[in-house]
């Protein structure tokens, strides 16, 4: 792989042992993946932050990090961490478990991460330019940067994501080339697009995930009014249950202006159809049950937008929900600190709700609490919760979450 | 019985050399979820090798899947000596491939893989081979009595 002067002497040490330690892994990644080059990046984003998921081991790289006295050389967000940074006492997390993570959350703000602690960056000053590289991971993240932003980053796992953003680099191949973003597999989604709803979007994620895995489709069928918040969920979804690091919609997407571009005049290689029959099958498929009692309802993945937040305060305005059972609502401090000076803050802690910040319930010990059947409107929840919560998952809408919580059932 | 006496050759991913027992499966695998780095189990339910200790054998599997956390699922397995002695793919994916190389820059640790082989490597080895990775050249030398 070719270094310029500047990455050598950064590989042989002359900038610090941290900044060598990164290019190692970035320079070694590179070599095995055929990468010609390094492209400096414009911002990093980091899955480096909950305990849960990143265990001693991550404790003890983010320490290693911090201790060399290095600090991100880009600007660097922080995914979520391992439970409410606030309010954890109250949501009963072990002192053992909640010291590992401040361990975590000290060394993360050593190095100059920002303490944005979400999965959803992007809508909080992430925000990189059609064409720009960066080097994130959450996968989530990926997929929306590459799609909606034209960013152009590969799904970096976890590490390689703190040496993109303290060397400022990463290895340019996969996606930051123009011939691997071509759109290879058309989905032609056959449903009036007037009648599309928020619950569909993550189910059309889902849909795609499992039939393309890691290949690039073209949308055809999105509505030109889609909003950020439905392509937010519909991605996450996508990369949940496949590897989708990119998609593109004629007309919507960046790269997209219409379907020729998206296909850099190639030819598409598959099709498939996505009809009102698929799209409830696969809302069925989410599900690993139908009916009965919930005793937990969780929603927030990826974080919710304010947007999002306005809507569970109206639909909970002046009701209560039921005892024995459990509505948490996961998003980040900015987005809590506009639903207080809004009213949506208090209309929902006064239902009974709660919202939790900095976290969600993927990435904290949320099986501690031994919930049996889990309720969601995150395409991306429903399909990790079985293994990550222990739970059993009903996939609805958010009026039908809501109305879970206040009835503690779902018939 | 006769021995049976083979190599295949393919890419050296990870460098190194290591050997052991072979533990096969023709399902893709994903660290994150699938698989415990604290006891070196395989947990995901859905998959053929569930139940099956990792620690010490050679890994061979089609290819990796999953989240952009596995890599650190990998390196705690290593910092909790339950890794693998080597592994085999058709294919190695970054997430995997970034986990071993990390564990050589932060632990010292040499897990070398290997794929891309000129021979399918789920179905020229046989769980309980004895197997050979030699990560340095792309050869892995297998052994059946």
Redesign the interface.
């Known amino acids: 792989m070719y270094l310029t002067k500047q990455e050598e002497r950064m590989l042989a040490g002359d900038f610090g042992e941290s900044v060598m330690?990164a290019m190692?892994?970035l320079a070694?990644?590179g070599d095995?993946?055929g990468a010609e080059e390094m492209t400096k990046i414009a911002s990093a984003h980091t899955?480096?932050t909950p305990y849960r998921?990143?265990?001693?081991?991550?404790v003890?790289?983010c320490e290693?990090f911090a201790e060399l006295g290095t600090k991100y050389s880009v600007p660097t967000t922080l995914d979520p961490a391992g439970m409410d940074l606030q309010r954890w006492r109250e949501f009963r997390i072990p002192e053992d478990y909640a010291e590992r993570q401040m361990r975590i959350v000290r060394a993360q703000g050593k190095l100059g991460g920002i303490p944005v602690w979400t999965c959803t960056p992007y809508l909080h000053g992430n925000t990189p330019l059609l064409g720009q590289h960066v080097g994130w991971?959450?996968?989530s993240a990926?997929v929306f940067a590459n799609s909606v932003m034209g960013a152009r980053t590969?799904?970096?796992?976890?590490?390689?994501?703190m040496a993109a953003g303290i060397a400022g680099r990463v290895p340019k191949f996969?996606l930051h080339l123009d011939e691997n973003r071509r759109g290879e597999v058309l989905i032609k989604i056959e449903v009036k697009p007037k009648t599309l709803k928020d619950i569909d979007y993550p189910a059309i994620g889902y849909f795609i995930g499992k039939h393309v895995a890691d290949k690039i489709p073209i949308l055809m069928g999105i509505p030109p009014d889609v909003t950020i918040d439905q392509l937010k969920n519909m991605g996450a979804a996508a990369a949940a249950s496949g590897?989708v690091a990119l998609y593109h919609i004629p007309g919507v997407t960046p790269e997209a202006e219409n379907l020729g571009k998206a296909l850099q005049k190639e030819n598409w290689k598959e099709t498939l159809e996505l009809g009102l029959r698929e799209l409830r099958e696969t809302k069925e498929e989410m599900c690993i049950t139908i009916a009965g009692e919930v005793d937990f309802v969780a929603v927030g993945c990826p974080h919710y937008s304010i947007r999002e937040l306005a809507k569970v305060a109206t639909l909970l305005k002046g009701k209560k929900i039921r005892r024995g059972t459990e509505f948490w609502i996961y998003t980040t401090k900015h987005v809590e600190m506009l639903a207080k000076r809004m009213g949506y803050f208090d209309i929902i802690e006064s239902s009974g709700a709660h919202v939790l910040t900095e976290t969600c319930m993927l990435v904290s010990p949320t099986d501690i609490y031994g919930f049996e059947t889990m309720m969601t409107d995150s395409g991306k929840c429903a399909h990790?919760a079985p293994?990550?919560c222990k739970t059993e998952v009903i996939y609805g809408s958010i009026e039908e979450c809501v109305k879970a919580t206040i009835k503690g059932s779902v018939q | 019985m006769r021995e049976i006496k083979l190599t295949i050759k393919g890419r050296g991913v990870i460098r190194g050399v290591a050997e052991g027992l072979a533990l096969v499966s023709g399902q893709n695998l994903s660290l994150w979820g699938g698989f415990n780095p604290k006891t070196g189990l395989i947990i995901d339910r859905r998959h053929e090798l569930y139940g099956q200790q990792v620690r010490g054998n050679v890994l061979v599997f089609p290819y990796g899947k999953g989240s952009t956390t596995g890599a650190i699922v990998f390196l705690e397995a290593v910092k909790c000596g339950n890794a693998p002695a080597a592994i085999v793919n058709i294919k190695t994916e970054p997430i995997l491939a970034s986990g071993a190389l990390m564990a050589q820059i932060f632990y010292r640790k040499s897990i070398p893989i290997v794929d891309k082989l000129d021979r399918n490597p789920v179905e020229v080895i046989r769980t309980n081979d004895y197997v050979r990775v030699n990560g340095d050249k792309g050869l892995v030398e297998i052994r059946r009595v």
């Open positions: 330690l190692k892994i070694g990644v095995i993946y899955v480096m998921d990143i265990m001693d081991a991550g003890e790289i290693k991971s959450e996968s990926v590969n799904r970096l796992t976890a590490v390689v994501d996969g590897s990790y293994t990550l």
